[in-house]
Nanobody, 124 residues
Framework: QVQLVESGGGLVQAGGSLRLSCAAS????????MGWFRQAPGKEREFVSA????????YYADSVEGRFIISRDNAKNTVYLQMNGLKPEDTAVYYCAAGRTLAAVTRQDLYPYWGQGTQVTVSS
């Protein structure tokens, strides 16, 4: 079992930045692929970013490529999402998730563990 707790969400103006954190407890953190997903009001939850076990490989949705940076600190059992150049369309609840495979990082069903989410609101 892995427990995930996100933090760092909030209200920010367009063009601003936020850094989300996801703290993990339970089984060995470094054995999990970590992902970030988001769900905007009235929309389905979608993939944002993912990072491999060691942090050597990162993946991004086209919509955030070049603006968001995912990283992890296995010594602190934490994964981060640095969000720069925020846009109103980035407004959503952001979830971190833990999975076992890089085979299809965008597939939500491959992440068995999820956090409760943190709200990010970007005003125009």
């Amino acid at each position: 079992q892995v427990q995930l707790v996100e933090s760092g969400g909030g209200l920010v103006q367009a063009g601003g930045s936020l850094r989300l954190s996801c703290a993990a407890s339970g089984r060995i953190f470094s054995s999990y692929v970590m992902g970030w997903f988001r769900q905007a009001p009235g929309k389905e939850r979608e993939f944002v970013s993912a990072i491999s076990w060691s942090g050597g490989s990162t993946y991004y949705a086209d919509s955030v490529e070049g603006r968001f940076i995912i990283s992890r600190d296995n010594a602190k059992n934490t994964v981060y999402l640095q969000m720069n150049g925020l846009k109103p369309e980035d407004t959503a609840v952001y979830y971190c998730a833990a999975g076992r495979t890089l085979a299809a990082v965008t597939r939500q069903d491959l992440y068995p563990y999820w956090g409760q989410g943190t709200q990010v609101t970007v005003s125009s």
